[in-house]
């Protein structure tokens, strides 16, 4: 049973950074790729970021975060992080950390196939 367990979320103002953290268990965490998603209010769910299996290397994002996040993975502690600078009002959503079944990343929600509770960040201006 592969648990995914998001954590890191708060409220922060405009300008401000946070780092959200995902632990994973039940399996080989470093084999395969994972991604953080979001959804705001009433949107869809939406991808933010994504990194490969087995290393750091590797990494994809949205247009809208591009500069601003950093994903990176902790094969040791099977955690994967997601670095947000120069935060937004905009970044305003619950966030969502996911993982494949294969070593590669991919941008669809439908490839992923475990998924967290979400962690809530909340942006002020």
């Known amino acids: 049973q592969v648990q995914l367990v998001e954590s890191g979320g708060g409220l922060v103002q405009a300008g401000g950074s946070l780092r959200l953290s995902c632990a994973a268990s039940g399996r080989t965490f470093s084999n395969y790729a994972m991604g953080w998603f979001r959804q705001a209010s009433g949107k869809e769910r939406e991808f933010v970021a994504a990194?490969?299996?087995?290393?750091?290397?590797?990494?994809y994002y949205a247009d809208s975060v591009k500069g601003r996040f950093t994903i990176s993975r902790d094969n040791a502690k099977n955690t994967v992080y997601l670095q947000m600078n120069s935060l937004k009002p905009e970044d305003t959503a619950v966030y969502y950390c996911?993982?494949?079944?294969?070593?590669?990343?991919?941008?669809?929600?439908?490839?992923?196939?475990?998924w967290g509770q979400g962690t809530q960040l909340t942006v002020s201006s």
């Open positions: 990194i490969n299996g087995w290393s750091n290397t590797g990494t």
């Open positions: 996911a993982s494949r079944t294969i070593a590669i990343v991919s941008r669809a929600l439908s490839d992923y196939t475990h």
